[in-house]
């Protein structure tokens, strides 16, 4: 597998949305989001919204690969996870109405460091609060991702 690693400034949220399309199309087939929140009675409606769209498409806990832990330790743990679909994208839409690598922290509640899973396995992973995502590819998979016109890096841009 090759890792190519995307920066959210590259991308507009429309574009963002083809490249998680373009993810479900190769096999990504499952993903699970995270929701946090300083005082969840000022959250508001948006968990819940979202939870009401995607709780019939649960696949249950598994122990998966994210992008962040407390711990190396960590960064396998149990992780909740959804059936990555139509609906569930629509859903991410809503949540995430920025694009899928949106990250808003001032709101009373955000939805962050999405990730997407082939076959229970990382394919597209974003860490939100770092502003970068891990793309996992074939080498036949890098090559159409270039075609297909969505920039990518070999490593880590450097900043500043």
Same mark, same amino acid.
């Given at each position: 597998?090759?890792?190519?690693?995307?920066?959210?400034?590259?991308?507009?949220?429309?574009?963002?949305?083809?490249?998680?399309?373009?993810?479900?199309?190769?096999?990504?087939?499952?993903?699970?989001?995270?929701?946090?929140?300083?005082?969840?009675?000022?959250?508001?409606?948006?968990? *819940?919204?979202?939870?009401? #769209?995607?709780?019939?498409? /649960?696949?249950?806990?598994?122990? +998966?690969?994210?992008?962040?832990? $407390?711990?190396?330790?960590?960064?396998?743990?149990?992780?909740e996870r959804w059936a990555l679909n139509e609906t569930s994208i629509g859903a991410l839409k809503d949540a995430l109405s920025e694009g899928f690598f949106q990250y808003d922290p001032w709101q009373d509640g955000w939805f962050e460091d999405?990730?997407?899973?082939?076959?229970? *396995?990382?394919?597209?992973? #974003?860490?939100?609060?770092? /502003?970068?995502?891990?793309?996992? +590819?074939?080498?036949?998979?890098? $090559?159409?991702?270039?075609?297909?016109?969505?920039?990518?890096?070999?490593?880590?841009?450097?900043?500043?």
């Amino acid at each position: 597998m090759i890792k190519r690693y995307l920066i959210p400034s590259d991308y507009s949220a429309a574009k963002s949305w083809q490249l998680v399309e373009w993810c479900m199309r190769l096999g990504a087939n499952e993903f699970t989001i995270d929701f946090l929140t300083i005082d969840r009675s000022r959250a508001g409606d948006r968990w *819940e919204e979202f939870d009401e #769209v995607v709780r019939p498409l /649960a696949l249950g806990e598994a122990v +998966l690969e994210r992008m962040s832990g $407390r711990t190396a330790d960590d960064l396998s743990r149990p992780t909740e996870r959804w059936a990555l679909n139509e609906t569930s994208i629509g859903a991410l839409k809503d949540a995430l109405s920025e694009g899928f690598f949106q990250y808003d922290p001032w709101q009373d509640g955000w939805f962050e460091d999405p990730i997407l899973y082939r076959d229970g *396995e990382l394919m597209l992973g #974003v860490l939100s609060h770092e /502003a970068f995502a891990v793309l996992r +590819l074939t080498d036949s998979e890098s $090559r159409e991702l270039d075609a297909a016109g969505f920039p990518s890096h070999d490593s880590l841009p450097r900043i500043g």
